[in-house]
């Protein structure tokens, strides 16, 4: 059974409070705080639910989304963007198909679990297995 | 072109000049005829005096002495002389001359003819002729009238041995017949002296015309140009070289608000300010020296007072020898122009710094929203861990204020997206919009038990910004539920009127009065004069107004009065009435909607 989550935000407040919400849902976080951390951890073997902040410096969101296609680490994965409102959207061109839901922050702990315990099944769900 | 008409336009020094030509040559020809006459009575005088050599030579074959006998005169011996008349036949048919041999004196011998035609004999001789012949003693030669008839004649005395006269001589032509030909010559001459006049006439009168012609034809170029200049809106201006305005359209008297009458012949010194006029001259000066068209910038005072900002297009005239006889001149006013670029480039810097508080908004939106986020994840946990009510009422209070930043920033920057750009109308779904809306303040709804009925017809299309109308029914529907009765009911509704289609939201709840009705709009305002209730940022009705100003329609709001409800109305443009040239990305002027209709 699949409980792993990944938070990648560069703000370590977000991260420290996403690790405590999942920590007290029996889940097993992997903090990144870049998209090359990110990346990093996905080419070692990470594979789960990905929690993808859009707004962040040098590799946004979506040129992580990006790289994480391009370098065929999609497959096993689900990916939730966490945005503000109002932010740029001009880059997702071509990359929605591989964002499965969107969370506005700030976001509530039982408004996350939901989210991360509903794509959790759907990850460990046998059609979602091949 | 009408002939009369021009003939009395004909130049008259012209005319006249011919016509003096016309009367020198027949004076002349006067003259010359004069000697030509002079010369024939010469010669005719010489005619007689050789007729008369003649005359004696015959005579004195036949003898040499005349004398008189029985009342015949005899010559020699015994040549009769009266009725000689072939002795004067034969002179006139040598010599051409008339000729007469007076006895005593009476012709006696004569071919010259009366009236009748018969010879003239038995007449007497008479006149000047007379008195010398037979006073005086002595020849006579000249013109004398024979029988009524101008001769040129020459008599001779005859006398007898003892030496006295006792007859005369005569020999003499016809001076009509003699100045025949002269008369002739005389004819012909005035014939062609009249033909010559005529001409002369003929081609004064056509030069004249032609003359006239052409001065019309340049009348006319003239005029013409005149009227292609005046028609022109731009000043027109021609100066002379010593700077003298010598031609101008009426752009330009209309510009500078003087006359012709007062430009003309005057310089820049004697009609502009001292300065403005030391700038024209030195520029004037300039082009006056060097090749090609000058293109600058400067100032003119206008008609109205006012001092115009305008371009200059100047060149000199130049004569075959290539100096400057003067220039010619256009203005062209910039001043609208300049004031559109400055316009233009306040609009610039408006919407470029619409474009940074969008910016700025946006991040700060996420820089507000990333430390947010740890406290709305944390906050409901810790709240979850204590049991003591003290600390569970604060955790509260920090949890509202979360909540209360999380609002402020979101309908900030709500506010500013809106306002910074005009959206793209297109047709949406009315319906759809607003169930998208209830579908976000589904909780609130339910948390205060209010039901909403959405009486709008699903295939109502309106011109519009999907997002923007459904944020636009999310902050009516949100301010409707907040305020309406608990357990109230919300009713939303559209109606057809003319172009537009209005729109209400309509609640039970508390109501506005008279003045709050009037405020509801304002930034920041708030129903609740106190601001206790810390779950609004009193932004929605703002960005209410923002959006429907964006959709180009009315929005205002209605309440019987406190206590009775109340009903926000607005109108959008139904699909099918699209007002021309909608611009995206517009900057929005201020001022856009300001009226609150009550």
Known sequence: MNRRVMIVDDNEYVRASVDIICESAQLELASSASGVECLEQLQGGFRGVILMDIMMPEMDGWDTIREIVDRGLYPGNIIVMLTGMGEPDSKMEGLQEYVSDYMTKPFGPEELLDSIEYYLTLLNAPADHD | MKFPNARDKISLPLLISALTVAVVMMVGNHLMLDQIHEEAVRQANRQQENSMMAFWELMNRRGRNFHIDNGRMILGDYYVLNGANELTDKIFCI?????????????????????????????????????????????????????????????????????????????????????????????????????????????????????????????????????????????????????????????????????????????????????????????????????GIQVYESQVGHADGSVRDVIFHKAAVRDDSGAAQGLVGVILDITERKAVEQESRRLEAQKHHSRMIESLMMQLNHDLNTPLTPLFALIPMIRAKVSDPGVERMLEICQQCVNQIQGLAGKAFDLVRISSSRPRLIPVSLCAAAESALGEISSSLAERGVICCNAISPDLQVLGSADQLTLLFKNLLSNAVRYAAQKGKVIISAELKGAEVEVSVQDDGIGLDHEQLTQVFDEFYKADTARHDLNTQGLGLAICRRIVANHEGRLWAASPGAGYGTTMFFTLKQVGHESPAIVEDEPLQENYLESYQI
Not at chain 2, 236 to 252: E, V
Not at chain 2, 262 to 280: C, F, I, N, R, T
């Open chain 2, 95 to 291: 010599t051409g001359s008339r000729a007469t041999i007076f006895m005593g004196d009476t012709r006696v011998a004569t071919n010259v003819l009366k009236e009748d035609g018969t010879r003239a004999l038995g007449t007497k001789l008479a006149g000047a002729a007379y008195d010398a012949i037979f006073k005086e003693g002595v020849r006579y030669r000249g013109e004398a009238d024979i029988l009524g008839a101008p001769y040129f004649t020459a008599y001779d005395p005859i006398r007898d041995l003892n030496g006295k006269v006792v007859g005369a001589l005569f020999v003499g032509v016809k001076q009509s017949e003699y100045l025949a030909r002269y008369d002739r010559i005389n004819v012909k001459i005035g014939i062609i002296n009249g033909a010559l006049a005529a001409v002369f006439v003929l081609c004064a009168v056509i030069l004249g015309l032609n003359r006239k012609r052409a001065e019309n034809e340049i009348k006319r170029q003239l005029n013409f140009q005149q009227q292609l200049m005046d028609t022109i809106p731009s000043p027109i201006f021609s100066k002379d070289a010593q700077g003298r305005y010598n031609l101008c359209n009426k752009a330009f008297q209309g510009y500078v608000g003087l006359s012709r009458e007062q430009l003309m012949g005057h310089s820049v010194y004697d009609l502009w300010e001292p300065e403005l006029a030391q700038k024209y001259h030195d520029m004037d000066q300039e082009i006056m020296e060097s090749p």
